[in-house]
């Protein structure tokens, strides 16, 4: 019997160092430099004049953001490193140090400044008996003291970073035991690391962990069946193969960066609902504010009475987040999550001295939370309605995109400028949630894949030379919108041809330089190193997650592998396989068809086979910890029927590869 690998990627956040080969970078081609082409990593004129530009029209100094970024710091980590226990780095305390001076001309003043913030680590006290931990992931740990022991909120991305930040919580404010855990909300970056702070036996010993309703779906369901694509581009939006400096990642805009750790998860023992819903939690009375749907499918706020203090999660936070994320997720409801800090607004904002998040820094004062509040709101309802008020217009969706001009709040009220989501894309993922993925042009409708009309524009602009031409012309008059296309026309239509890679570089770098946001930033600059050195030579990073996979429901697990079927590999008949998983007393049939995998409960009639065996040694199966033949021998996979009927389904699956190209065909 052949052996079968199944690796199905189920974590979001891949876990990958800078890139080892950043010094092998190849020289860009003669042709290129002297048709001026800007050394890699400097500004052009009109990069440093687009930079200086918003640099006088905002007051860019740190101004209260900068006192609240800092206030309070009771201890921050001394040593040089957060390391994981094979002595690997998982988060470099000195790493962004670099930010410290002036902007450059390679970074968006904005940006910089908005850097500068999110990288002040250490504990801060928010107030008595409220603490974070900040600038050790791209999230914020918060910290309340109950009666007897810490509550939890969100213990970040990775064991590691949530273990280090536990330590300085006790070695700084005492050793208390762990006696409740919260997750806001089902992203990575907020439950990832939850055994750096309790263990499965805490949980059996009734350490509650509560989070919101949906939760355990939506943190393993929204990123297994997508989860090798969006991994992959999250490496591109987080800058995870860049080096921090800066001509490179200077920060994510919602937080400095994501560690290089090991990822949990710790199912909740209670999910949350309603709003208004009470909770005491080692003596502290939490009152819950449902947010499902707004930033996350399953997402909750907090107030806390006694403490006249509020948690937006990452409902409102200091920036402008994403309604469509660019790693791909499905598209979030703008409207739906203005509403819902208008509802903690009226509900809350009277009786709030100080609402906290979880990314980035605290604000005090009633008056100013309520400031905070309105301004977040309206940040999300501005690219709703102004998005439709175009679009019912007529406007096509980037015509909606461009029409959508920064409100003056942004230029007082920095939390809602775009260091995350954008004006731009947020406003074409408004589109998209009513109109989908066209613009209504019927020539656009059916269009033809880049790869054959790439050729073909090269060939009716006048060949390459030509188009080389214009795209230079575009840059050298900043123009690097138009010159990214033309020069990705050149790209696609001939790959090999590297005067065209180094100006596409060039150009996504000059883009890169002057992005606000963090994560178009790293994007376009990842983009960038692509086409010059080609993908990272860092072999594919380990997906697969045996905590995720456990809370996997079976049948949305069989779906996840459907989605690898590739019917051009079956030349059999249509059969049913039957698995029987005693552990959790499962019957699942999979209806092998000529084009798809159908996942149904129960058994079906006349299998071609049956395969007995525990979910937990499927689960191993498809991580790659062990092998049909092993498990076969050792008796714990019992296959009755036609073997080479299962071994002909699982050989039909597609393996992906992690590092596919994104800035080439
Ligand atoms: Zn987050």
């Known amino acids: 019997m052949r052996e079968w690998i199944i690796g199905l990627s189920a974590v979001l956040l891949a876990s990958c160092g800078p890139s080892q080969d950043i010094d092998q970078t190849p020289d860009a081609s003669a042709a290129a430099i002297e048709a001026g082409l800007p050394s890699p990593g400097s500004a052009t004129e009109a990069t440093k004049r687009a930079n200086a530009a918003l640099a006088s029209r905002l007051d860019l100094s740190p101004g209260t953001d900068g006192e609240d970024a800092r206030r309070d710091r009771l201890a921050f980590i001394e040593e040089d490193a957060i390391l994981a226990a094979d002595g690997s780095v998982v988060w470099a305390i000195p790493q962004f140090d670099f930010l410290d ?50 509550i939890i909120v969100d213990p970040l991305t990775a064991n590691e970073t949530a273990a280090a930040a536990l330590k300085l919580v006790n070695d700084t404010l005492g050793e208390r035991p762990v006696t409740g855990v919260l997750y806001t909300h089902s992203h990575a970056d907020h439950f990832g690391g939850a055994r750096g702070v309790i263990s499965d036996e805490d949980v059996a010993n009734g350490v509650p962990v509560l989070a919101p309703i949906g939760f355990s779906e939506s943190a393993v369901s929204e990123n297994l069946i997508a989860g090798n694509q969006m991994s992959r581009r999250a490496t591109l939006m987080f800058g995870n193969t860049l080096p921090r400096s800066t001509t490179a990642h200077v920060g994510s805009g919602l937080g400095p960066g994501l560690p290089n750790g090991t990822i949990s998860l710790i199912l909740p023992t209670e999910e949350i609902e309603g709003r208004g819903t009470r909770r005491v939690i080692d003596g502290v009375t939490f009152e819950f504010i449902d947010a499902a749907g707004t930033e996350a499918p399953a997402e909750f706020m907090f107030y806390l009475p006694e403490k006249r203090a509020l948690c937006t999660a990452e409902v409102a936070t200091a920036t402008f987040h994403n309604v469509l994320t660019p790693r791909g997720a499905k598209v979030r409801d703008a409207l739906k999550w203005s509403r819902a800090i208008d509802y903690v607004l009226a509900e809350y904002g009277a009786d709030s001295d100080v609402v906290f998040a979880s990314h980035h820094w605290p604000t005090w004062g009633q008056e100013n939370v309520v400031q905070f509040l309105e301004s977040q709101r309206d940040i999300y309802r501005y690219v709703h309605d102004q998005t439709l008020r175009n679009a019912n217009a007529g406007a096509t969706m980037v015509e909606a995109a461009e029409a959508v001009e920064e409100p003056d709040f942004q230029a007082e009220d920095f939390t809602t400028r775009g260091y995350y989501g954008t004006l731009n894309h947020n406003a074409k993922a408004v589109y998209q949630h009513y109109f989908g993925w066209w613009g209504g042009v019927p020539a656009e409708y059916n269009r033809l894949p880049h790869e054959v009309t790439a050729t073909r524009y090269v060939e009716a602009m006048g060949g390459a030379e030509a188009v080389l031409e214009i795209g230079q012309n575009a840059f050298a008059a900043g123009d690097y919108r138009w010159a990214a296309e033309v020069f990705n026309h050149l790209v696609f239509a001939d790959p090999e041809r590297q005067e065209a890679r180094d100006w596409l570089s ?19 600059l990842t983009g960038a190193a692509e086409l010059r050195r080609g993908l990272p030579n860092i072999g594919d990073p380990r997906l697969g997650n045996p905590d995720f996979l456990k809370a996997v429901p079976s049948l949305d697990l069989f779906d996840a592998l459907a989605a690898r079927y590739n019917p051009g590999k079956m030349d059999r008949d249509p059969f049913a396989i039957v698995f029987e998983f005693p552990d959790t007393a499962e019957t699942v049939s999979l209806l092998v068809e000529r084009a798809v995998l159908v996942p149904r409960e129960g058994a079906a009639e006349d299998p071609a086979a049956t395969v007995t065996m525990d979910r937990r040694d499927f689960d191993r199966l498809i991580l790659g910890d062990a092998r049909p033949l092993g498990l076969i021998t050792s008796g714990k996979m019992k296959i009755g029927g036609n073997r080479g009927a299962v071994s002909a389904m699982f050989d039909a699956l597609d393996q992906p590869p992690f590092w596919f190209n994104t800035v080439v065909p």
Do not use: C, K
């Not at 850097?115 to 992931?137: E, K, N, P, T």
């Not at 330089?513 to 790293?522: I, L, N, P, T």
């Open 101 to 150: 001076s002036e902007a450059p001309e390679t970074v968006n003043p904005s940006l910089w400044r908005q850097s500068q913030l999110a990288a002040h680590h250490g504990l801060f006290r928010v107030m008595d008996g409220i603490y974070q931990v900040r600038g050790y992931d791209l999230s914020v740990m918060s910290v309340i003291e109950g009666e007897t022991g810490w």
């Open 506 to 524: 060039a150009t996504y770098e000059q883009l890169g330089f002057q992005a606000e946001s963090g994560a178009w930033r790293s994007y376009y």
